[in-house]
């Protein structure tokens, strides 16, 4: 594919001066408003100093006019502190820095203040400078920022913090209420909040605690303001991929590990979830408002922090099953060693693998939260599966790292069909149709990224198959256990899985461009970053990287070979040791990569290193060689042959005339797994022509509009590779009600060049861009127009 990529434009730079400073706790106070569509409040963030780079921890500034850094003098304020544990990462290039214009709020109707040659949000202003030390500059705090409107930072007093975590929440709290003692220079830009203190030189002497006074915009790209599906307002976190900045200000790289806690308060009609430990309950604080509040204590990247605010109802199981109880039980042989003991790698936090009655917990506490009108969808079908879902994720990995969960269903216009973020999950609408099985697996993938993506994260943004790829890959393995599948349904089951993503990776190299196929770009130079902590996330921009697998689909392809080689039971029982090696970590590639070669038996590794892996899968575009050969040498399992066979039958009726011979025997098509029908339809795509006779006995031998909506999207594109008009109304559905998967066929219905087809996409588009996810509505818009 020809695409040109322009790094200016698809490049995410992460601002934040973490080699300087790291922000250790977060204390949110906001309000929702939905007539405006702003949240508004204030942020504290506390502070511990970082590594002292080249023995300094300035950010001097030199200006090219003395009344560009003219600052007024803040009140004194005595601020001792605690707990100065340093948190770096290995820093390379030179970076630039911004003085601020003034403490005064500048901004214009876009809230941004006046600093319009930071266009790029990366290169120097008229205002840079150099990171050498000349002994009279103001140290420089940086902060991801954008689509805020920043009124005011002022520094607050603090005192020493308490050891204990609910005594450190509660000084938070309490330190995060009081009065500022002195106004901070601030400044913003395109990508980022700019602070500084007169007179306070380096990281050490800048204040222990600001406070930050502000508010969204209706258009920041960090919410989504929109409405559910009864039709009443909501505003959630989609997972954009600008992250959280458009939030609250923060440090975004993941080298920012932190806490935070939130008081949000909206209308009382309206419930809001967040990621936190608690399960909160609403406090009315006066007649038409209530609050709640929510805290972690486990550190993790600013980007992880999720809200919900819409008028949710829990959605409870009509009877109580036995397996909504977390049970403890005795642990099987094979089992028993995710059961280590010995003190955790991480940084301290109340931990759970450290806790006796939480390594035997299958079940978490769980909630599952929906509009009212999807009720009965849910308890037909997500309601029963949380529980032998989370207690199969057990089985596998041993410790859930996160005490409970909530489950949303988001609005229709989610871009993906589920994301996980600490303590709670998003799942699309369209995980209820039909019967479990997209429901099923999708929760399992979901609920993966507990493991891999949260508590285990990855060190940079751009080793995304860490986390897509293990979850991916467990996703299978928890389902067949949550269906309670013999070993070998098990492994049927996943074979033809394995063959539908491999036709899915295929399609996939040959649709995308070459750069962005690569699951490790930066090479040798994974992990680096400026002197100040700045960095860019490759490619973290362009949209159409939102709706790419290729980082799921390689990175399930590598974990697949390696357990290949290893066997189940060794590749297992050598995840569940890492685990509880990294959890609460962040990891690059060689951590995974050293610690699994070195607990392979020599006869195994055979030409295995970890210089192999990377030149063949992770540093490499296209088809891994090793996959390609695999996949060239294997044989069909046989719930793909019996697929075979199901197609030869179709070929046959569709090759049959209109008028048949009485004594012609009808064709018998048996029934199919949803996997099946899925790969069926892939087949019946390569045909060049199918009749609408043919069509029409296909729909209704399967039901294929009411099977779930993987099946419905190969319908469709069925419907309108050979121009089925009478189904066109399916397609129509599909991309009104499934718009987290129909991004693909606004394409094909655009480049058959017919206009009845291009009418189709064009009238849908009209009908839900004013809904549509920002990233989904750019990449549909550039396919029509």
């Not at 222990?208 to 915009?217: E, F, L, N």
């Not at 049970?327 to 955790?344: H, Q, T």
């Not at 042959?641 to 090759?655: L, P, T």
Request: proline content about 5%; some cysteine; glycine content about 6%.
């Amino acid at each position: 594919m020809d695409t040109k990529l322009d790094p200016s434009r698809d490049d995410l730079p992460l601002m934040a001066n973490t080699s300087h400073i790291l922000v250790k706790h977060y204390v949110l106070d906001l309000d929702v408003d939905f007539e405006s569509q702003i949240i508004e409040g204030t942020i504290v963030l506390f502070f511990e100093s970082g590594k002292k780079q080249s023995g300094s921890t300035k950010e001097p500034c030199r200006s090219e006019s003395n009344e560009a850094c003219r600052f007024r003098m803040p009140e004194p304020c005595h601020s001792p502190v605690t707990d100065t544990r340093t948190f770096s990462s290995k820093t390379r290039s030179n970076d630039f820095t911004i003085c601020g214009k003034g403490e005064k709020d500048t901004s214009g109707k876009d809230g941004n203040h006046d600093n319009r040659e930071q266009a790029s949000g990366i290169s120097s202003s008229k205002y840079c400078c150099d990171t050498g030390n000349h002994g009279s500059e103001d140290f420089l705090l940086v902060l991801d920022c954008c689509d805020l409107s920043v009124l005011k930072v002022e520094e607050v007093d603090v005192a020493a913090v308490p050891d204990r975590w609910r005594e450190q929440l509660d000084y938070y709290a309490r330190c995060s209420q009081a009065p500022g003692c002195g106004e901070l220079l601030f400044d913003t830009d395109t990508w980022s909040l700019q602070i500084r203190k007169t007179g306070a030189q380096t990281a050490t002497d800048f204040p222990h605690a600001i406070r930050i006074r502000y508010s969204t915009k209706p258009q920041g790209r960090s919410v989504t303001w929109t409405s559910d599906q009864s039709g009443r307002p909501c505003v959630y976190t989609m997972g954009s991929p600008i992250n959280n900045r458009a939030l609250f200000p923060c440090q975004e790289p993941p080298v920012a590990m932190s806490t935070w806690q939130a008081t949000v308060r909206a209308a009382a009609s309206f419930v809001v979830l967040m990621s936190g430990e608690n399960s909160a309950k609403p406090t009315q604080l006066r007649e038409g408002c209530s609050s709640w509040h929510y805290y972690v204590t486990m550190p993790m990247p600013a980007s992880t922090f999720t809200i919900a605010v819409g008028s949710w109802t829990e959605m409870k199981p009509e009877t109580c099953s036995s397996n909504d109880l977390a049970a403890e039980r005795s642990l099987s042989p094979s089992e028993a060693d995710f059961r280590y003991v010995g003190i955790c790698g991480h940084m301290e936090y109340p931990c759970r693998f450290q806790n006796p009655s939480a390594t035997i917990q299958e079940i978490i506490p769980h909630r599952v939260f929906a509009p009212l009108c999807l009720k009965g969808a849910c308890q037909e079908t997500l309601l029963q599966l949380v529980p032998p879902c989370l207690s199969a994720a057990h089985r596998v990995l041993g410790t859930h790292p996160f005490s409970r969960l909530d489950i949303l269903i988001v609005p229709g216009n989610f871009p993906s069909l589920g994301m996980a973020s600490p303590h709670i999950i998003f799942l699309s609408q369209s995980v209820l149709t039909g019967n479990s099985h997209l429901c099923g697996t999708r929760l399992c993938h979901e609920v993966a990224h507990a493991w891999f993506g949260l508590a285990i994260g990855a060190r940079d943004w751009t080793e995304e198959w860490l986390s897509e790829g293990f979850a991916t890959h467990l996703e299978d393995v928890f389902w067949a256990k949550a269906q309670q599948l013999d070993p070998h349904e098990a492994q049927e089951q996943q074979e033809l899985k394995a063959c539908l993503r491999w036709c899915r990776l295929q399609d996939e190299v040959r649709n995308s461009p070459e750069e962005m196929q690569v699951l490790r770009p930066n090479k040798e130079k994974t992990g680096h970053v400026s002197d100040s902590g700045s960095s860019v996330v490759k490619h973290g921009l362009n949209p159409e990287k939102v709706f790419m697998q290729v980082h799921y689909l390689k990175g399930y392809f590598l974990l697949r070979f390696l357990a290949q080689r290893l066997g189940d039971d060794t590749y297992f029982a050598f995840l569940r040791k890492f685990v509880h090696t990294f959890h609460g970590q962040l990891i690059l590639s060689q951590d995974f990569l050293q610690m699994l070669l070195e607990n392979i038996p020599e006869e195994k590794r055979l030409e295995l290193s970890v210089e192999n892996i990377f030149r063949d899968w992770l540093e490499s575009s296209g088809i891994p060689q090793p996959l390609q050969r695999e996949r060239q040498a294997g044989a069909e399992c046989g719930l793909a042959r019996q697929v075979s066979v199901e197609v030869e039958k179709w070929i046959r009726m569709n090759r049959r005339p209109r008028k048949r011979k009485r004594r012609e025997t009808e064709e018998v098509f048996e029934k199919l797994l949803p996997d099946q029908l899925v790969l069926l339809l892939e087949h019946l795509l390569e045909q060049k022509t199918l009749n609408p006779r043919t069509l029409q006995s296909l729909e209704r031998a399967y039901r294929l509009t009411q099977q779930d909506a993987e099946v419905r999207h190969r319908w469709c594109e069925l419907i309108i590779k050979h121009k089925y008009t009478k189904a066109y109304k399916d397609v129509e559905r599909f991309l009104q009600e499934d718009q987290a998967m129909g991004i693909y066929l606004y394409g094909e219905l655009m480049v058959s060049e017919d206009s009845r087809q291009q009418q189709v996409a064009r009238r849908c588009f009209e009908l839900t861009k004013e809904q549509m996810d920002r990233s989904s509505a750019q990449v549909v818009a550039e396919m029509l127009f």
